[in-house]
Every structure is written in structure tokens, then in C-alpha cells.
């Protein structure tokens, strides 16, 4: 009894409970903060509106009132609603791709011929995904692969956390050292009058460290599951999901009807690929070509107009959970931004970096740039925000301008693995119906060890001089 006790009280809270909770934490620090903005001026070259570094000051407060507390889940909602449908068209679309039985013949074929070569196919998937990352900023684009990954990775007796891993942290891999990124590094070096994507050997060298070390973690995570699938952190899901995992014994033909939809999926990826990369692609295009991709693939199917309706509707009900997860996280931005306390945090932590000692400065800049994450989790808005403070200050500290980008790439990119604030976390848990509690669980030992790699990376850099200046 005692022990049942124990367990009970150790309970990991419900995932919307533990980002209200964060929502009620955040307006309670309105009243103690005090409220205070930096002008925003538009950006010349780019038209996009960026931050004035200098001019930071304190304004009257806004402390947020307990029925605004309630009403920023609902407009978390609104503000993120363009991610919340686009999960539910793309939950909706694949499910209506699976319904043709293309999807558990493709990856039955995929999943013998990797049979006895399982641990194979995860470094593979990280280094295809690793190379999105770096060169186009891949990030909510993942949302899409992921049950693809699900799937794959189930049939080789591994689990929903291993198939949702080796795409998204692949892809989180190349965002982070971004030799090549213009969302993160691009943004961050214009700040700094650096030429764009100079340093970028060092940032290789960052990207296969990082790949390596994920590899590792997530194979050995990987056969730990196959061996036990009790050490699964999400074995209960795998129990429920158990009679949709793809038997290899008993794999469907893949007939005429199946290999056209496969190329019609080959073609909506490439599509997507070619929109995201040439003509800056988001959300709306990206989810009407999955929309396209689903309703084709239902026709040539034999899905009756009716039945592909239904089956959409199957699949976006199946996410509901995760798509709604979302909007409640971003309601913790809303409270942020309406009590007018996310200056004042970014203005605080980067004067607390001038106070340490000239060796740690670097490593206080790269803390400060974490911290800041949680409240800015968008890469180029974080530059944006930071870079006009960080560039002055890397300069009167002595620490080279590069340093201080670099310290602004990994601050900005490890911790969109594992903040409950990150719209892209929240969405692909959502699409393979990850509990954020679970996915915390599987990534935070992870999450130190990247952080100090990224510590190590930045003590080298500044040993270097690592520029041009």
C-alpha cells in the first residue's frame, strides 16, 4: 500500500496542467517584474520589424488580472492557429494516405530490408534530416515525417519516441551548429556586420559532434526499448498503438495502385522541399499540398469521396490532444507579452553578463542566450531581439563577434528540443502523440549533455579568436 502511495504522489502532472501552470507562474511575475520595452524599428533591407538594442526602457506596468490568465489559453489558440489546423490537415491527409494500405506496405518492404541492420537506420534518417536543419532552417517542416518515422521505427520494434527522435533531432542537429542556416546564423551575422556564413568550418565540425552524440543516445535508447519494450517512456502508448504496428511476417503486396501513391508522396515532398527552400514556403502551403497529397492518393486508392472525408476526420480527431497542446503553450508567450516583461528579462540578463569575470563571459552570454529562448523560442526573432545588445557587449568584453553568433545558435537552437514555449516541439509530439511529460523524461539527459557540448564548442571558439572578428 505504502509503495501504490508513493507512486501516486510522484504522478507527473497532466501535460495541459503543467503549462497552465507555467501560464499562472508567468502573469504572477507581471506584478514583480517590472514592465519594459525596446522601440522596434523596420529593418531597411528586409522589411521585417527587428529590435533597437539601445533603447530599452521601462514603461507603465500591466500586471496581468486573473480572467486574462483564463483567456490566454484561448487566444495561445488564436495566435497559434495556423500550426493547430495545420496538424489537423496533416494529421487528417496521412491518415487518409494510410486507409490505402500504401503507407504499411512501403515501410513493411523498407522494414525487412533493414531487418538485422535496424540500428542503420537511424543515423541515416538524422544525417538526411541533419542537412534540412542546417541549410534551410528545418524545423515545423519535420511535423510532416514524423508518423512516417513512427511507423518505420515501430516495425523494426522500437518505439513512437525513437521514430519521433531520429527526424526531429536529426533536423535539430544541423538548426543548432547551422554552418548554413539563414533563419539563425544568417539573421544573427547581419546583426553583426559578419559576412554571411563566414566560420562555417567550425560549424561542420559542431554539426557532426552533435549528430554523433545524438546517434549514440537515441541507438542506445533505441535497443534498450527492442530488448524490454517495458523500458519504453512511452510504453502505455505502445500497448494502445499495438494493433497498428506493421507485421513483417504478413506484409501486404504492393500492387500498381500503391506504387503510384508512393510516387505521388515522393512528388508532394519534393514539392514542399522545393517551396520551403525557393520560394520561402510555410504553414498554409506546405498543409494545402499535404491536403492535395491525401486527397489524391485516397482517389487512386479506390477511397470513395466519402470515405476519404471520413477517414480525414479519423485522423485529425487522433490528434486532437497533441494539435490543442499548441495553443495552450503559446498562451504562455500571450501572458509574457501583454504584462510586458519579455524586454525586461533579455535587458536584465544581458547586463547581469557584464558583472562576470572577462574568462566566464562568454559562457554567461551563452547561458543568458537559453534563458532567453524560453521566452522567445523563434530563432530569428531571438536574434533579433539579443544580437543588437550581444554585438556591443561581445565587443567590450573582448570576446569576438562570431563567439557571440555562436553563443546565440546553440542558446537559441538545444532548448527548442525541450521547452514546453517551442510551436514546432509541440507540434511533432503532437503528430506521433508524444506526451510532453514523456518526451521531458527521454530528452533532458540529452539536453545537459548538449549544453555542455555547446559550453565546450564556445570555450575553443573564444581560445581561437574564432572569427574574422
Same mark, same amino acid.
Given at each position: ?20 501552470? /507555467? ?13 519594459? #520595452? ?12 527587428? %529590435? ?146 563566414? *566560420?562555417?568550418?567550425?560549424?561542420? /565540425? ?73 520560394? *520561402? ?32 476526420? %479519423? ?46 563571459? %562568454?559562457?554567461?552570454?551563452?547561458? /543568458? #542566450? ?34 557571440? /553568433?555562436?553563443?546565440? #545558435? ?60
Amino acid at each position: 500500500m505504502e509503495k501504490t502511495a508513493k507512486k501516486k504522489l510522484i504522478k507527473v502532472p497532466h501535460t495541459y496542467v503543467i503549462l497552465f501552470s /507555467v501560464i499562472i507562474i508567468m502573469s504572477i511575475l507581471t506584478y514583480v517584474i517590472p514592465a519594459g #520595452q525596446f522601440d522596434r524599428v523596420q529593418d531597411p533591407n528586409t522589411g521585417r520589424t527587428v %529590435v533597437d538594442g539601445n533603447s530599452f526602457h521601462y514603461v507603465d506596468p500591466n500586471p496581468i488580472k486573473p480572467f486574462e490568465v483564463i483567456q490566454a489559453v484561448p487566444r495561445g489558440m488564436e495566435a497559434a492557429a495556423q500550426i493547430i489546423f495545420f496538424i489537423f490537415v496533416v494529421g487528417g491527409s496521412f491518415q487518409i494516405i494510410t486507409a490505402t494500405g500504401t503507407i504499411e506496405a512501403g515501410i513493411g518492404i523498407m522494414a525487412k530490408k533493414l531487418n538485422g541492420k535496424e540500428k542503420l537506420m537511424i543515423p541515416i534518417f538524422m544525417v538526411i534530416f541533419g542537412l534540412g536543419g542546417a541549410t534551410f532552417g528545418m524545423a515545423e517542416e519535420t511535423i510532416v515525417f514524423v508518423p512516417i518515422g513512427i511507423a518505420l521505427a515501430r516495425a523494426l520494434g522500437f518505439d513512437a519516441i525513437t521514430g519521433t527522435a531520429m527526424i526531429t533531432l536529426g533536423a535539430a542537429c544541423g538548426f543548432n551548429s547551422g554552418f548554413m542556416n539563414p533563419f539563425t546564423v544568417g539573421v544573427a551575422q547581419g546583426i553583426a556586420e559578419l559576412p554571411l556564413f563566414s *566560420g562555417i568550418g567550425l560549424r561542420i /565540425v559542431t554539426f557532426i559532434v552533435l549528430l554523433i552524440i545524438t546517434a549514440i543516445y537515441l541507438i542506445r535508447y533505441a535497443e534498450k526499448v527492442k530488448k524490454d519494450p517495458s523500458a519504453s517512456v512511452v510504453a502505455e502508448l505502445e500497448k494502445e498503438e499495438s494493433g497498428k504496428r506493421i507485421d513483417l511476417s504478413n506484409v501486404p503486396e504492393m500492387n500498381i495502385r500503391h506504387k503510384i501513391i508512393l510516387l505521388t508522396i515522393v512528388a508532394g515532398f519534393a514539392v514542399i522541399i522545393t517551396g520551403v527552400f525557393k520560394y *520561402g514556403w510555410y504553414i498554409v502551403e506546405i498543409g494545402s499540398t499535404f491536403l492535395a497529397m491525401g486527397i489524391i492518393s485516397g482517389l487512386i486508392g479506390g477511397l470513395g469521396p466519402s470515405k476519404i472525408a471520413s477517414e480525414f476526420v %479519423v485522423g485529425a480527431k487522433s490528434i486532437a490532444f497533441g494539435a490543442l497542446v499548441v495553443g495552450v503553450a503559446r498562451g504562455i508567450l500571450i501572458v509574457m507579452t501583454d504584462g510586458l516583461i519579455i524586454d525586461t528579462i533579455v535587458y536584465g540578463l544581458a547586463n547581469a553578463i557584464k558583472a562576470l569575470p572577462k574568462s566566464l563571459s %562568454v559562457i554567461g552570454m551563452y547561458i /543568458v #542566450q537559453v534563458v532567453i529562448n524560453f521566452f522567445i523560442p523563434s530563432g530569428s526573432g531571438q536574434a533579433s531581439a539579443t544580437m543588437p545588445i550581444m554585438v556591443p557587449l561581445s565587443d567590450l568584453l573582448g570576446i569576438t563577434r562570431q563567439t557571440a /553568433v555562436m553563443a546565440f #545558435q546553440f542558446g537559441d537552437g538545444f532548448t527548442n528540443s525541450i521547452i514546453p514555449t517551442s510551436a514546432a516541439l509541440m507540434g511533432y509530439l503532437s503528430m506521433g502523440n508524444v506526451p510532453y511529460e514523456k518526451w521531458f523524461k527521454f530528452i533532458w539527459p540529452l539536453m545537459l549533455i548538449l549544453i555542455g557540448t555547446g559550453m565546450v564548442f564556445l570555450i575553443i571558439a573564444n581560445a581561437i579568436s574564432y572569427g574574422p572578428f
